[in-house]
């Protein structure tokens, strides 16, 4: 098992480019979550998915972000345009339902930098 | 609505002695309880949990938690602190709604073990 997998682990980007990090989630998951930390916020809960169906986006910031789960094996995040303020390590984490006390499995998360 | 409460923004330990890392919860129902550990420019690792059973609950690199519900609290522990256990460390509650869950996650304790 590969675990979580994200891309770019790195993003650099010019402000007011459209910047897309993308999370592959581990196979017979069916909850995917994006989160980002950052020093002053900590670790903040932007969207989640079940069964490809987005639960609860209350955490994306902003239109600019949007967030897509076309098939149970891929996501992405979307930040169109970008700001320096959406600098962060952004995180995906997948995980499986049940009523029993299933955590989640974390990706190494992708490092923006808006510039 | 369920929430975790970290009260130390840093511990600082030596190594070989004891470590206490606090955690306090607030749930309606039974709790449903984690801990995760995230080393530097990696993603969220799970340690433990707890959702029934034995108050003392184990887990991996030799941690442990001990679940108390008269002090709603759900500490972190180790009898003897390794350099290599410098991390950040979080708690977290899962909240069950509409048929889904969540992991609500604390703000995080920076664990900081000195030779």
């Known amino acids: 098992d590969a675990g979580v997998i994200q891309s770019p682990r790195h993003e650099v980007t010019e402000m007011g480019q459209e910047v897309t990090l993308r999370c592959k989630p581990i196979s017979g998951h069916d909850y995917l979550f994006w989160y980002r930390q950052t020093m002053m916020r900590g670790l903040e809960l932007l969207i989640y998915f079940n069964n490809n169906v987005p639960i609860d986006d209350s955490g994306m910031p902003e239109d600019r972000f949007s967030a897509k789960m076309p098939n149970a094996s891929f996501s992405t995040l979307k930040i169109q345009p970008s700001e320096p303020r959406d600098s962060a390590v952004y995180f995906c984490a997948s995980s499986v339902s049940g009523r029993g006390g299933n955590g989640y499995t974390f990706g190494s998360g992708t490092r923006l930098t808006v510039v | 609505a369920q929430s975790v409460a970290q009260p130390e923004d840093q511990v600082n330990v030596a190594e070989g002695n004891p470590l206490t890392v606090k955690c306090t919860y607030s749930?309606?129902?039974?709790?449903?309880l984690f801990w995760y550990v995230q080393y530097p420019n990696r993603g969220l690792q799970f340690l433990l949990k707890?959702?029934?059973?034995?108050?003392l609950v184990k887990g991996s690199y030799g941690f442990e938690a001990e679940f108390n519900k008269s002090q709603t609290s759900f500490h972190l522990k180790k009898p003897s602190a390794l350099v290599s256990d410098s991390a950040l460390y979080f708690c977290?509650?899962?909240?069950?709604?509409?048929?889904?869950?969540?992991?609500?996650f604390g703000a995080g304790t920076r664990l900081a073990v000195h030779p």
């Open positions: 707890y959702i029934t059973g034995d108050n």
């Open positions: 749930v309606s129902g039974n709790p449903y």
């Open positions: 977290a509650v899962r909240e069950f709604s509409g048929g889904y869950n969540k992991l609500i």
